[in-house]
């Protein structure tokens, strides 16, 4: 059904792309027009671009970016643009196929160069880089200097922008480690739905359990949620977390069953709606080290 669906959609939208062309380019503004699949690298985009180039995402806030089923417009969007950024590392194999076969904008993987960390058990790579804050400023520079190469008459201003989008993120990565040293070396545990934490432990010191280890048909089992409940027994840690892409339901039974409770929710896959206090990238990664900290020093 999938393939069917995916097939009549490329085939829809690969005629409708022939019939009204695009350039790349806004029609109003000549801005350059960029399109991201999902809503975190959309907000690093932003910052080297500045007020220079449009940016859009496909895959809406509060969704995954891993089984996410795109709509006709996703292809207008990516096919009228001069570049389309995506995470790579398995994230959005489907959007690229698919933006790839309705002859849509170039396709740039950010995550290209960065030492991967694979996904347990598995031949796969955990996409989840960006929760390393040094592999995020290596999206940036590989963003600056495709954008200077495409947008030369505006090189200098892509570079400035990203200089200084990257002094801040120099900033949030100090403070990320500063901040963590506040919680005991034994208490350094995060327990998630989606193990998708391990950059950012590899980064700043901690351990990560996960449910499962990357989203599947097999989620939330039985004897996974065992498994995990006799490592925070075991463990003696004193809470667990959940992401705000996760269906509830697993980590509650988890927290119910171990006796711990869930300290807050984390941002893992998607940047917070408006008002939600981590609407940017810099934002959600200081909500979510808050979010440890408050849950595991008790």
Known sequence: MRKWFFALVVLLMSLFVAACGGDGESEETGELKVVTSFSILADITKNVTGDLAAVE????????????????????????????????????EWLERLVANAGGADIVTVSDGIDVIPVDGTNEDDPHAWLDVKNVIAYVETIRDDLMERDPDNAEAYEANAE???????????????????????????VISENAFKYFGAAYGYETIGIWELNSHEEGTPGQISRVVDLIQEKEIPAVFLETTIDSRFMDTVSSNAGVEIAGEV???AIGADGSGAETYVDMMKHNVNTFLEGLKK
Do not use: C, M
């Open 57 to 92: 995402y496909l895959v809406p806030i509060g969704e995954e970016p891993h089984g996410y089923e795109p709509i006709p417009s996703d292809f207008q969007k990516a096919s009228d643009s001069s570049v389309f950024y995506v995470n790579g590392l398995g994230l959005e």
């Open 164 to 190: 200084a989008y990257i002094q801040e993120l120099t900033e949030l990565d100090e403070w990320i480690s500063e901040e963590s040293e506040e919680i005991p070396e034994d208490k350094r545990t995060i």
């Open 267 to 269: 941002y893992t896959d």
